[in-house]
């Protein structure tokens, strides 16, 4: 390893010496020679161009760290073959995947069946429903109300609420049992 620098760190067992790290001079070389031969056989294969260069990139990362790939010592004896036949395999992988992403894609809109389609009477009766809330809202006074929308729907805690009105708990939750009861009211005249 005259010269060459290790992709990891010199003298160092990460892996405990598992995995032995291609040397940079030796992935250049891989990537001159292979990316074009590789590029053609995934994008033959391949969805779009992007898709050919992720897999030519995960293929380079796969042999970066390759126990005994086709620039180690123990070294394969038909590179070309052992590449590509690695290039096969992740075509399969990502085949694979697809496959269950496509299955799962289908069980979910296949489930869809069951809710209720959104027609414009609904959307109707939604929007009359939303204004008859936001008009009881209204009738409120403005402390109660700005206490039961920044509890509601901003989420805060009534132990902030308390200390930003400068009031105790108990008056937090006091005006927050008024806002849902003539909230309640006001839903229930209007059925």
Known sequence: MHGEKNLLNPGS??????????????????????RPALMAFFMRRAASHSDAEDMTQELFAKLATAQSGPTGAGGVDNADAYIFQMAANLLRDRGRRERVRANYRASVHAGAGDLEPLDPARVLLGRESLGEVSDALREL???????????????????????????????????????MTHLTRRVRAGE
């Open 13 to 34: 067992r990460p892996w405990g010496g598992i995995v032995r790290p291609v040397i940079e001079p030796d992935l250049h070389r891989l990537d001159r020679r292979y």
């Open 141 to 179: 006074p403005d402390r109660t109300r700005a206490i039961f929308l920044l509890f509601r729907l901003e989420g805060m805690k009534q132990s902030e609420l308390a200390a930003l009105y400068g009031v105790s708990v108990s008056a937090v939750q006091k005006h927050i049992l008024k806002a």
